[in-house]
């Protein structure tokens, strides 16, 4: 294959645009475009398809613009229908592009994919800093590496598929970080992962990555896997304060599955951030484990800035959360979030409803159960059965929910539900509970005193919405011509949901 320009292949990478509540910068395609470049290729960039409405019309001009020889497309599961799409339009409108896949839903269904998405080329699954430059080197010209030791790539042989093995990037500081003159924090809305926020400009971070527990719900091992690395401090500083000072980032979401993992990496993080001097704010949308923090911690991290976060409660019914293997009780968890409030911070919690062999009174116990507790907000999400998870398997192995329906694995639907409970009447438990929590006057009147714009009024309109009239089964489209509405939900971060 012949590039645009022999010397440097042009690169297009695309986040298909989605019905996602909130519009922020792709990290994973981010530190994509550095990781080409530091591999020699120049012309690289983002086309983030949330954050410009993207339509069909102009994704093909842009296609006819571009005229990118490699086409890479982030997938999840719950934007399946829109991703597979935008690749049928790109195939049609640049028929000599190479396309490949990855992301999330990539990862989970690795032997599958290729057969789902038959436009595209070939894929990625796990971490693909590391083989994805070697791979356009391979594709341009450098026969020095063969396809088979690519890591993580996916490729058809005589029509079948072929997935290699996944590589894990041990030393995440080498990474550097991601190219945010690709994807600027302060030209994105101000329509964050967390719903609420204190300031703006807005920029997510990762300092870690994968996750050793066991929650057999959570789709974060299978995309990460169980092998906890970290950032080095120095590191995470360095990039908060590039994004300080090129961007004007005044509030910082720490988007790691596990941050509070390592308690003296906690502390050294907010010792470090002290010294530097930074007048921010930051907090942490996907969550903190509850067992790992204690009274120290807490009192750090609110000291240097730190004013909320949530956190993964699940369930109100102790069967069912070791069913779930959260490790947890309900009187744990009572006494950790009693800690944080006495600490000064915010705690919001995470629910899971439906959940396998669950009942309507374990339901019912959760919804108390989150009534009861001293947390200013609530996140109510029906159980989705990610590829990849173990309850998800067992739910293949039964024949009680076949893959396959992507779309439906957003919070506001309802893919499946346990015996005993109808997907109409577990959605209708789900905005019993968003209702019973947050039109308690405290919590509403607390909640209207901090939106802090029309476009967070939309946002959170949306979201109220789709709890409670969110279909049992839709499925997303690319936007259309007319489209003015705001682009929603593609998954849920924090809940072991895709992110």
């Known amino acids: 294959m012949e590039a645009n320009q022999l010397d440097s292949p042009s690169i297009l990478l695309l986040l298909p645009p989605s019905r996602a509540h909130y519009v922020v910068p792709p990290l994973g395609l981010g530190y994509l475009v550095t990781s080409l470049q530091r591999g020699g290729f120049r012309?690289?960039?983002?086309?983030?398809?949330?954050?410009?409405?993207?339509?069909?019309?102009?994704?093909?001009?842009?296609?006819?613009?571009?005229?990118?020889?490699?086409?890479?497309?982030?997938?999840?599961?719950?934007?399946?229908?829109?991703?597979?799409?935008?690749?049928?339009?790109?195939?049609?409108?640049?028929?000599?592009?190479?396309?490949?896949?990855?992301?999330?839903?990539?990862?989970?269904?690795?032997?599958?994919?290729?057969?789902?998405?038959?436009?595209?080329?070939?894929?990625?699954?796990?971490?693909?800093?590391?083989?994805?430059?070697?791979?356009?080197?391979?594709?341009?010209?450098?026969?020095?590496?063969?396809?088979?030791?690519?890591?993580?790539?996916?490729?058809?042989?005589?029509?079948?598929?072929?997935?290699?093995?996944?590589?894990?990037?041990?030393?995440?500081?080498?990474?550097?970080?991601p190219a945010w003159e690709c994807m600027p924090p302060n030209e994105y809305p101000d329509s964050p992962q967390g719903a609420f926020y204190r300031r703006f400009p807005i920029a997510p971070i990762l300092t870690s990555r994968g996750c050793p527990y066991q929650c057999t719900f959570c789709g974060s091992p299978v995309n990460m896997g169980k092998h906890y690395r970290v950032r080095s401090i120095p590191h995470v500083l360095d990039e908060i304060e590039l994004l300080y000072h090129q961007f004007n980032v005044r509030e910082i979401h720490i988007i790691d599955d596990m941050f509070s993992l390592q308690r003296q990496r906690v502390l050294d993080f907010c010792s470090g951030l002290e010294q530097r001097c930074l007048d921010i704010t930051y907090t942490f949308p996907n969550g903190l484990r509850l067992d790992s923090l204690d009274r120290e911690i807490l009192t750090r991290m609110r000291d240097t800035g730190a004013y909320a976060f949530t956190v993964g409660i699940e369930s109100g019914s102790p069967r069912v959360l070791k069913t779930m293997r959260k490790h947890l009780t309900p009187d744990l968890i009572r006494e950790k979030i009693t800690l944080i409030r006495d600490?000064?911070?915010?705690?919001?919690?995470?629910?899971?409803?439906?959940?396998?062999?669950?009942?309507?009174?374990?339901?019912?116990?959760?919804?108390?159960?989150?009534?009861?507790?001293?947390?200013?907000?609530?996140?109510?999400?029906?159980?989705?059965?990610?590829?990849?998870?173990?309850?998800?398997?067992?739910?293949?192995?039964?024949?009680?929910?076949?893959?396959?329906?992507?779309?439906?694995?957003?919070?506001?639907?309802?893919?499946?539900?346990?015996?005993?409970?109808?997907?109409?009447?577990?959605?209708?438990?789900?905005?019993?509970?968003?209702?019973?929590?947050?039109?308690?006057?405290?919590?509403?009147?607390?909640?209207?005193?901090?939106?802090?714009?029309?476009?967070?009024?939309?946002?959170?309109?949306?979201?109220?919405?789709?709890?409670?009239?969110?279909?049992?089964?839709?499925?997303?489209?690319?936007?259309?011509?007319?489209?003015?509405?705001?682009?929603?939900?593609?998954?849920?971060?924090?809940?072991?949901?895709?992110?």
């Open 43 to 177: 012309h690289v960039s983002i086309l983030d398809g949330q954050k410009e409405r993207l339509t069909r019309t102009a994704f093909e001009e842009h296609l006819r613009t571009r005229r990118p020889d490699v086409l890479g497309v982030q997938v999840f599961s719950s934007g399946f229908t829109t991703a597979k799409r935008a690749i049928q339009i790109a195939r049609a409108a640049a028929p000599d592009t190479v396309i490949v896949v990855g992301g999330p839903h990539v990862t989970a269904t690795a032997e599958r994919v290729l057969d789902d998405l038959p436009e595209a080329d070939y894929g990625f699954c796990g971490e693909s800093e590391p083989g994805f430059p070697l791979f356009v080197s391979r594709l341009f010209g450098d026969q020095s590496c063969q396809l088979a030791e690519i890591p993580g790539l996916i490729y058809r042989v005589n029509g079948r598929p072929v997935v290699n093995p996944r590589c894990v990037v041990e030393n995440l500081d080498q990474l550097g970080f």
């Open 343 to 499: 600490c000064g911070l915010e705690p919001s919690g995470f629910f899971i409803l439906g959940f396998p062999g669950e009942t309507r009174e374990d339901i019912e116990t959760t919804i108390r159960f989150a009534n009861s507790l001293p947390i200013k907000r609530a996140h109510f999400s029906n159980y989705l059965p990610l590829p990849g998870t173990e309850s998800s398997a067992q739910l293949y192995e039964k024949g009680e929910y076949l893959p396959g329906n992507w779309d439906q694995l957003a919070y506001y639907r309802v893919p499946y539900a346990p015996r005993g409970i109808t997907k109409h009447e577990l959605k209708g438990l789900q905005r019993k509970a968003f209702l019973m929590f947050h039109m308690r006057p405290r919590i509403l009147l607390r909640m209207l005193r901090e939106v802090r714009s029309i476009n967070h009024v939309k946002g959170l309109f949306h979201r109220a919405v789709d709890y409670l009239f969110g279909h049992i089964s839709q499925e997303d489209d690319f936007l259309d011509e007319h489209s003015t509405e705001c682009v929603r939900d593609r998954g849920v971060g924090g809940t072991g949901h895709e992110g």
